[in-house]
């Protein structure tokens, strides 16, 4: 016979200002009672007494109910190791030894693991937007919030309380998928089963999940940043130069940008794997590109060809915190640029507007669309860049060249 006996109660003795009560788990040995809050509460209406479970009056009480009944299993396993470990055990001892078996399905714990991981695999990326993650979730539900806890409501207020606060639409959009990713993973390591995923019934409403528009220079637009004359070494000065270099170079992201050595150029190639899609890509280097890589030799540490990354940045936290910091100025500059060149509207303007503005005016002189694909028409990117690598180098060698020559 058991000397320790638990118990799923609803705890009337406590009446809460929203009219509920809280649902406790109850511990008894020898005539003592410990109460461990199972974080659930529930109208007195809504508690079934003789099967310690919800009724179907409440709101989502089939996960409700699955939550609290693996609570109550999970306190029997304790119970049943407390008491082949030794007879003699405090009810504190047992609540200790269940908090450390609930550890196991707090999700900031489990966070917590793939950010180590990430960072110990130089992730540095994926390590930032779950760190990201768990700032907004306990922030808005606390450091003891569970897999169980995180229902369809959960999200839709979890959602809300997003929208509540002003936050763009694709930043929530990163909050989910990253959320998702973050049950995915559980559930591939058995650590939660199945049945917890929320998401297969919920959408994210009135948010646009897709990449915030950036803008996309004309041609005018553009030969005013080709003729502008910025002061050498100026941080419009980069500004110039790293903009016209991705547009010459088909819309090279900054990360790829700074990471860029010696080793990259190959005869008169610039062969690189792109950090985001990992697709490798090689672009015949037109003259304007290459004297933008003259201006800098002598100039840089480590065969870089451009002076971003130099050797004190040794570590992958260190040069990522880098290239974002200096991606922030250089879109800074180039805004500065564009307005003392007498571009008016550069809302929206950045460096990796290069990007954008190549498929732009690619469109615009009547390149087949599924030799570009508009990329600003895309969900993401990638269906652009699937578009662009599935033509010979010679087809996208003369396009690119023709559109450079141009100006």
Not at 200 to 209: I, Q
């Amino acid at each position: 016979m058991k000397l320790t006996k638990a118990k799923l109660v609803l705890f009337t003795y406590r009446k809460l200002q929203n009219g509920q009560y809280p649902i406790y788990l109850r511990l008894t040995k020898e005539r003592k009672n410990k109460y461990v809050s199972t974080g659930y509460t529930c109208e007195e209406k809504d508690w079934n007494i003789k099967k310690q479970e919800l009724k179907s009056s409440y709101q989502e009480f089939r996960e409700a109910n699955l939550f609290l009944k693996q609570v109550l299993i999970k306190a029997n396993n304790a119970i049943l190791q407390c008491e082949r470990e030794e007879k003699q055990y405090t009810l504190e001892v047992l609540i200790k030894k269940l908090s450390k078996a609930d550890s196991s399905d707090s999700v900031v714990d489990y966070i917590d693991s793939l950010i180590a991981r990430f960072e110990k695999a130089g992730k540095v990326g994926n390590s930032r937007v779950y760190k990201d993650l768990k700032r907004s979730l306990v922030k808005f539900a606390g450091l003891k919030i569970t897999f169980q806890k995180i229902t369809n409501t959960f999200l839709k207020d979890f959602q809300a309380d997003f929208q509540s606060r002003e936050v763009k639409g694709s930043s929530i959009s990163i909050y989910f998928r990253t959320l998702r990713s973050v049950f995915n993973k559980a559930i591939h390591e058995g650590i939660i089963n199945q049945k917890l995923y929320p998401f297969d019934n919920f959408k994210l409403s009135g948010v646009r999940s897709e990449v915030e528009k950036r803008k996309a220079l004309t041609s005018k637009e553009l030969l005013a940043i080709l003729n502008s004359e910025p002061k050498i070494e100026s941080m419009e000065y980069h500004a110039k130069n790293y903009f016209l270099f991705s547009f010459y170079a088909v819309g090279i992201n900054f990360i790829d940008l700074a990471n860029l050595s010696t080793e990259n150029i190959q005869g008169e190639r610039l062969i690189y794997v792109r950090s985001k899609t990992q697709k490798k890509f090689s672009i015949k280097l037109e003259l304007p590109a290459i004297k933008i890589i003259e201006c800098y030799q002598g100039q840089t540490t480590k065969n870089f060809l451009f002076p971003i990354l130099k050797s004190n940045h040794a570590t992958a936290q260190s040069r990522k915190e880098r290239i974002t910091s200096l991606n922030i100025t250089i879109n800074k500059a180039l805004r500065r640029l564009a307005m003392q060149a007498g571009i008016s509207d550069v809302k929206g303007l950045t460096y990796y507007s290069a990007r954008h503005t190549w498929a732009t005016l690619q469109k615009k002189r009547g390149t087949k669309t599924s030799l570009i694909s508009e990329s600003l028409g895309h969900a993401t990117e990638e269906v652009t860049q699937t578009y662009l690598e599935s033509f010979e180098n010679e087809v996208l060698d003369q396009t690119n060249a023709d559109l450079i020559n141009s100006f």
